[in-house]
T-cell receptor, first 111, second 114 residues
Framework: KQEVTQIPAALSVPEGENLVLNCSFTDSAIYNLQWFRQDPGKGLTSLLLIQSSQREQTSGRLNASLDKSSGRSTLYIAASQPGDSATYLCAAQTGANNLFFGTGTRLTVIP | GAGVSQSPSNKVTEKGKDVELRCDPISGHTALYWYRQRLGQGLEFLIYFQGNSAPDKSGLPSDRFSAERTGESVSTLTIQRTQQEDSAVYLC????????????FGPGTRLLVL
């Protein structure tokens, strides 16, 4: 069974810093790797989706990379802002049926 | 159009009662997923619907859990004889098809079983 791990569990940074969130997965046979943002009381928001054939995806200040062979993905956030504070989840999709989620990294950006 | 909606947003029930949770997917999305997130844990897959195909129920934790979907519209997740360990946020998601598309999530239903 696919297992997804995220490190660190929590992270606090001052506003303006660049930061990296890490995600690892045990089964490299994935369709894609997705990063989500979860805000309290709200649903998940999809941030980036990297297909298994891709190495990275970029959206604004966010850049996600994928290394299937080593079972790792990173989410890079440039010039962090207080509005970036949220829990970030990565998920590995191994088939059409479902995603395997990590437990998330809770990010706090301090003004 | 509108995103995925779920109702109710919060539900408090007594142990042993049945509950129904509703999900309205994005119009045109053929795939629909139910997940559960217990406090401090990651999301667990429960069930997947794709068009008119037989649903993938492999994630349902017990026979007290069931779900239905009529065509490509609303889905209902039913939990019978609720237990305290059923307390969680239940999230629904939909996507365009059965490939590697982005899943769009609803706000979830927070269920508390007393």
């Amino acid at each position: 069974k696919q297992e997804v791990t995220q490190i660190p569990a929590a992270l606090s940074v001052p506003e303006g810093e660049n930061l990296v969130l890490n995600c690892s997965f045990t089964d490299s046979a994935i369709y894609n790797l997705q990063w989500f943002r979860q805000d309290p009381g709200k649903g998940l928001t999809s941030l980036l989706l990297i297909q298994s054939s891709q190495r990275e995806q970029t959206s604004g200040r966010l850049n996600a990379s994928l290394d299937k062979s080593s079972g790792r993905s990173t989410l890079y956030i440039a010039a962090s802002q207080p509005g970036d504070s949220a829990t970030y989840l990565c998920a590995a999709q191994t088939g059409a049926n479902n995603l395997f989620f990590g437990t998330g990294t809770r990010l706090t950006v301090i003004p | 159009g509108a995103g995925v909606s779920q109702s109710p947003s919060n539900k408090v029930t007594e142990k042993g009662k049945d509950v129904e949770l509703r999900c309205d997917p994005i119009s045109g999305h053929t795939a629909l997923y139910w997940y559960r997130q217990r406090l401090g844990q990651g999301l667990e897959f429960l069930i997947y619907f794709q068009g008119n195909s037989a649903p993938d129920k492999s994630g349902l934790p017990s026979d007290r859990f069931s779900a239905e979907r009529t065509g490509e519209s609303v889905s209902t997740l039913t939990i019978q004889r609720t237990q305290q360990e059923d307390s969680a946020v239940y999230l629904c998601a939909s996507s365009l098809g059965d490939g590697s598309e982005t899943q769009y999530f609803g706000p979830g239903t927070r269920l508390l079983v007393l």
